[in-house]
């Protein structure tokens, strides 16, 4: 039963992963989530159910408008099938339990700003403030072990970025390190300090690919948050296995 459950839980991420893509791009133009309605880009027709079944739609209509053949960009059936797989892993993962909640909400969070930081390079206060607030509520209900890990790894998160972005003198973008005191909520202390590490990792060699792919110069900003997304989710599922792998490499 666990698969199903896993399954359902992955068609719901697919919807809300449609849902984040639009509070992705609307929230950082100061825009409302609900209106206008989804439309296409190109000719401004409303889009309909039929054109808005996550990830399937885009398949079916070829990644194009049904009434003028403008291209639909692949990122956002993209995004959609990663809230899915993830949602999907986090029941796989947690089970029906407490932490589960903090998982989906980790995974929403991560998934948004991921979307607003690659169009915008921005991550928004008015997204990172509600899910903060949640979380701190949570953590105080399903805290991690001791109690107070939480919130000193939040603490450190965002002290060291913070150190960072004045050492650096603007270096680290004000999201990033607020990005990071949820991430510590999150993940406590030792994990979070993994997924500083990891991230930094990623995002250079991401960033390496990216001057050798696109010849961009070394100069041009690149948004740090999705490496910080995907390195957190690493780190949270799978943080454990990776200090043990660690441990037993060098130890």
Not at 146 to 174: E, Q, R
Not at 222 to 246: K, M, T
Request: proline letters at 5%; one cysteine or more; charged letters at 10%.
């Amino acid at each position: 039963m666990d698969i199903v459950y896993a399954i359902v839980c992955m068609v719901f991420g697919f919807a809300f992963g449609s849902f984040y893509n639009v509070v992705g791009l609307r929230v950082p133009r100061h825009e409302s989530i609900v209106s206008p309605p989804s439309h296409c880009e190109g000719c401004g027709r409303r889009l309909s159910a039929l054109d808005l079944v996550p990830v399937l739609s885009y398949l079916f209509l070829g990644g194009k408008c049904r009434t003028c053949d403008a291209k639909i960009g692949f990122f956002h059936p993209f995004m959609e099938l990663l809230t899915g797989l993830f949602f999907g892993l986090a029941y796989l993962h947690f089970g029906p339990s407490r932490e589960l909640i903090v998982a989906l909400l980790f995974i929403s969070l991560l998934v948004i700003i991921t979307v607003s930081d690659i169009v915008y390079m921005l991550i928004p206060d008015k997204v990172l403030l509600p899910f903060a607030l949640i979380l701190i509520i949570l953590r105080v209900v399903s805290p991690l072990e001791p109690w107070w890990d939480a919130f000193a790894g939040a603490v450190i998160g965002f002290s060291i970025l913070f150190l960072i972005a004045l050492v650096s003198k603007g270096g680290m973008g004000g999201g990033d390190i607020k990005l990071f005191f949820v991430i510590g909520l999150v993940l406590g202390i030792q994990h979070t300090m993994l997924a500083l590490f990891l991230s930094a990792l990623i995002g250079l060699v991401a960033g390496l690919i990216g001057i050798l792919w696109q010849k961009k110069g070394r100069k041009q900003p690149i948004p740090f948050g999705p490496w910080i997304a995907l390195a957190s989710l690493i780190v949270y599922f799978y943080g454990e296995n990776l200090l043990e792998w660690y441990s037993n490499l060098f130890f």
